[in-house]
């Protein structure tokens, strides 16, 4: 069985890109347009890792991922994929238990496929 990820991505374009990218890697995706659709998927189809936005319509990511790792103890790792680069924004995301804060600007797709697939392998 395919290991499962879900992206939380308001910008549908982005989504989209992410989304196609993902599935050629091989992996199922599940997605999300908002924090409270992800939450909610979330906790409905465990997924395997979560690439999560920060500024998204209903809940922020901060929120989403606060009651995933904080109220809810998930053990889903939590990758932040977003374009908020402050170094406070940074060490509150982390220290709401994600494991990577990746600035959208700063990486590659090819190095963002990477990043995934690290993590990934890693779990096994």
């Excluded at 409905?44 to 989403?64: E, T, W």
């Excluded at 959208?104 to 779990?123: E, F, G, H, R």
């Amino acid at each position: 069985m395919a290991k499962r990820i879900l992206i939380a991505e308001d910008e549908i374009s982005l989504l989209d890109i992410l989304r196609r990218r993902v599935e050629q890697l091989g992996y199922e995706v599940i997605t999300a347009k908002d924090g409270e659709e992800a939450l909610k998927k979330t906790l409905a189809d465990k997924p395997d890792l979560i690439l999560l936005d920060i500024l998204m319509p209903k809940m922020n990511g901060f929120q989403v991922l606060e009651e995933l790792k904080v109220k809810q103890n998930s053990p889903i790792p939590v990758v932040i994929l977003t374009n908020l680069d402050q170094d406070d924004e940074i060490e509150k995301g982390k220290a709401l238990g994600a494991v990577d804060y990746i600035v959208k600007t700063n990486v590659s797709l090819k190095d963002l496929m990477a990043i995934i697939n690290n993590y990934i392998v890693s779990m096994q």
